[in-house]
């Protein structure tokens, strides 16, 4: 019976493709289901035997750890030459969404507080 390895949801198109590859690499059996053309269904990656899970989910588990320590390797890099991305820097970049979801936070705080405002009012 098939079991699932890889949820595809939200996963950046390069770690798919690298999944891809491992299992292909170590010939293991799998296959793959998509969102579908009204994005409800389920996109995942599967392996068709049972006996090869354990393995193939040791293999991805590797895999991972290794992409999580070269992406904090990257970012640890780029602190350290003063490039990584802060709160200021995608501020100055890109104004309007930073704007836009300060005033949504703002609209929402209000809508939830003003109630108790006005009992204490009254």
Same mark, same amino acid.
């Given at each position: 019976?098939?079991?699932?390895?890889?949820?595809?949801?939200?996963?950046?198109?390069?770690?798919?493709?690298?999944?891809? !590859? =491992?299992?292909?690499?170590?010939?293991?059996?799998?296959?793959? $289901?998509?969102?579908?053309?009204?994005?409800?269904?389920?996109? %995942?990656?599967?392996?068709?035997?049972d006996d090869d899970e354990p393995r193939a989910r040791q293999l991805i588990e590797g895999y991972q750890q290794q992409r999580k320590d070269k992406i904090r390797?990257?970012?640890? !890099? =780029?602190?350290?030459?003063?490039?990584?991305?802060?709160?200021? $820097?995608?501020?100055?970049?890109?104004?309007?969404?930073?704007? %836009?979801?300060?005033?949504?936070?703002?609209?929402?705080?209000?809508?939830?507080?003003?109630?108790?405002?006005?009992?204490?009012?009254?």
């Amino acid at each position: 019976m098939a079991k699932i390895l890889f949820r595809l949801r939200n996963a950046p198109d390069e770690e798919a493709d690298d999944v891809r !590859e =491992l299992l292909d690499q170590h010939q293991i059996d799998w296959f793959e $289901t998509t969102a579908g053309k009204f994005q409800i269904s389920f996109p %995942a990656i599967w392996v068709r035997d049972d006996d090869d899970e354990p393995r193939a989910r040791q293999l991805i588990e590797g895999y991972q750890q290794q992409r999580k320590d070269k992406i904090r390797a990257e970012r640890a !890099e =780029l602190e350290a030459r003063g490039e990584a991305e802060t709160l200021l $820097t995608r501020t100055v970049a890109r104004p309007l969404p930073v704007l %836009a979801t300060l005033l949504f936070v703002a609209f929402i705080l209000y809508v939830s507080i003003k109630p108790f405002v006005s009992l204490i009012n009254h």
